[in-house]
């Protein structure tokens, strides 16, 4: 499972899932023992986080939505992913 980012404790993960529900394109993020997939435009597809973290997260997919986007296709295309800088 590929780190792509890292950032206040939360850990980004991006793979490809072969179910219906996950393959949507998504991030799967933990912080602590909190663990969350969630879309590009933020739904949650499982899993929860607490409300500051997944504020965090939201703020840190809208920054870099185009990344996220390019890595989506590089994991469909069995490639490997890029790291994607953190939220500062």
């Known amino acids: 499972m590929p780190t792509i980012s890292m950032f206040y404790g939360i850990i980004v993960r991006m793979f490809k899932e072969d179910d219906e529900k996950h393959n949507l394109p998504h991030i799967h993020a933990k912080y602590n023992e909190y663990e969350i997939a969630i879309t590009f435009d933020g739904?949650?597809?499982e899993g929860e986080m607490p409300i500051k973290q997944l504020k965090f997260l939201e703020v840190?997919?809208?920054i870099?939505?185009?990344e996220l986007k390019?890595?989506?296709e590089l994991i469909i295309n069995g490639e490997?992913?890029?790291k994607i800088e953190p939220l500062k």
């Open 70 to 72: 390019a890595n989506w």
């Open 64 to 66: 870099h939505e185009e």
């Open 80 to 82: 490997h992913t890029f």
């Open 43 to 45: 739904k949650i597809l």
């Open 60 to 62: 840190w997919i809208v």
